[in-house]
């Protein structure tokens, strides 16, 4: 029976998502933790995959099992082995087709970054140390939406197979006098894609880039011609979005 388990992480401690060797991954935590609950190997396959110290308030996974599982106590059980910085948050049965990361309909990432010190905000958020035009930096955003081909915002030599996306929403948005929030969703993401359109967006808003030079970078399809990769303490995935009908259950959903 397959299950899509939900979960969240702080990803300051962890060299991405992904299992690799001689290196800490949150998968390798959850796998972990799982196999050693239901005395059984599993294999979690999922959504995607964030790079070192960038965080999760939402992932999800999907993994197999022999049979019909009680999710809430299992759920219980696993947060209690699991380490401080990552916590599940519920299992719901799925068909057995339905994929975490192919079925994802689409994902939404947020960077926050803040005008002040703050000692608390280590690892959470980027500090920038002189505000930016933002407002131009929103004008140059919505021309995000009207892009297909984003290799000018992909990490060189990565193993996309293609650099087609499509970005539903892209937005800054102010939280309080010193934080501010870049929102985008879009039906899939590329390798560095996010950070580096923070930097490039940044550019602009430091008036070290007019919104014509973004949209000729765009249609360069050379991630040369873009800003710099933000660090990834501002970076979250914060929502996945997927098709009612791959749930068992759809009211769990």
Request: proline share 4%.
């Given at each position: ?13 962890y060299?991405g998502?992904q ?20 005395r ?20 999800v996974?999907?993994?197999?099992l ?11 059980r ?8 990552i ?23 947020e ?8 000692p ?10 002189k ?12 021309h ?8 000018s ?6 193993d ?36 580096a ?7 602009v808003?430091?008036?070290r880039?007019s ?35 791959i ?7």
């Amino acid at each position: 029976m397959r299950y899509f388990i939900y979960f969240s992480y702080c990803g300051t401690r962890y060299h991405g998502y992904q299992i690799q060797p001689n290196a800490l991954s949150v998968q390798e935590e959850m796998e972990r933790a799982l196999s050693t609950i239901l005395r059984l190997p599993v294999s979690l396959v999922a959504a995607g995959r964030t790079d070192t110290g960038v965080h999760a308030r939402m992932m999800v996974a999907h993994f197999d099992l022999p049979q019909e599982q009680e999710t809430t106590s299992l759920v219980a059980r696993l947060n209690s082995l699991l380490p401080p910085d990552i916590a599940a948050e519920k299992m719901v049965a799925v068909a057995d087709s339905a994929h975490a990361r192919f079925d994802a309909l689409s994902r939404t990432y947020e960077y926050r970054v803040t005008l002040r010190k703050e000692p608390f905000d280590i690892g959470q958020v980027t500090r920038l140390y002189k505000k930016p035009d933002f407002d131009l930096m929103n004008e140059a955003a919505q021309h995000l939406l009207k892009v297909r081909d984003f290799a000018s915002f992909c990490k060189a030599h990565s193993d996309n197979k293609t650099t087609i996306c499509n970005v539903h929403r892209a937005f800054w948005q102010q939280q309080d006098e010193a934080r501010w929030v870049f929102t985008i969703e879009a039906d899939r993401f590329l390798r560095n894609m996010v950070r580096a359109i923070v930097g490039t967006l940044l550019e602009v808003g430091r008036g070290r880039m007019s919104i014509e030079e973004f949209i000729d970078i765009i249609e360069k399809h050379d991630r040369r011609a873009a800003g710099e990769s933000m660090p990834p303490d501002g970076l979250y995935l914060t929502n996945i979005c997927y098709p009612t009908a791959i749930f068992l259950h759809p009211s769990t959903e």
